[in-house]
């Protein structure tokens, strides 16, 4: 009995790896994502035991989903979602992350929205000093959504004298 409880464990622990897998194919491996960076180039990178570990890798640090948004990680975003929902996209499935390099000033996720919604390199240091001076007011309370957040920064945005150019309209 407990022999067939845990092959039944481990069939449906394999289901979510198996969908991922089903999707590779031999010259590209998991797609993209840390997985296929932190994979890449390792002797029989194509067998099953790689790909595995890559597909896992995604998974665990959800970097799959991450990579497709943002268009890193080796991923692409084109095609996924339209243009004018990206950064609404985006915002939602990395919300706390967001949250958290707001606070900072800095980080991975707060690059990545600075870039889809169209901020100049040369302007992103100050985009970061604002997300990081008006966190108060992007995130008014423990409840505040992402589509909040994004119509108060939008608003914050407008009122800069030089990211008024980078509201998403």
């Given at each position: 009995?407990?022999?067939?409880?845990?092959?039944?464990?481990?069939?449906?622990?394999?289901?979510?790896m198996?969908?991922?897998?089903?999707?590779?194919?031999?010259?590209?491996?998991?797609?993209c994502g840390l997985g296929k960076l932190a994979w890449a180039g390792t002797k029989g990178q194509n067998k099953i035991v790689h790909q595995t570990l890559a597909a896992t890798t995604n998974g665990t640090f959800g970097s799959q989903?991450?990579?497709i948004t943002s268009g890193t990680s080796g991923c692409t975003n084109d095609g996924f979602v339209m243009d004018d929902q990206k950064v609404s996209v985006f915002a939602s499935v990395n919300?706390?992350?967001?949250?958290?390099?707001?606070?900072?000033?800095?980080g991975e996720h707060l690059t990545?929205?600075?870039?889809?919604?169209?901020?100049?390199?040369?302007?992103?240091?100050?985009?970061f000093a604002l997300t990081q001076e008006k966190h108060g007011v992007l995130f008014?309370?423990?409840v505040t959504t992402s589509t909040e957040m994004l119509i108060a920064l939008n608003s914050e945005l407008s009122a800069h004298p030089v990211l008024s150019q980078a509201v998403i309209r």
């Open positions: 009995m407990v022999k067939k409880l845990v092959v039944a464990a481990l069939v449906f622990a394999m289901i979510p198996s969908s991922a897998l089903a999707d590779m194919s031999k010259e590209t491996g998991p797609g989903t991450f990579g919300f706390e992350n967001l949250k958290q390099d707001m606070a900072q000033g800095r990545s929205l600075a870039r889809l919604m169209g901020i100049p390199a040369e302007q992103q240091g100050a985009f008014q309370s423990e």
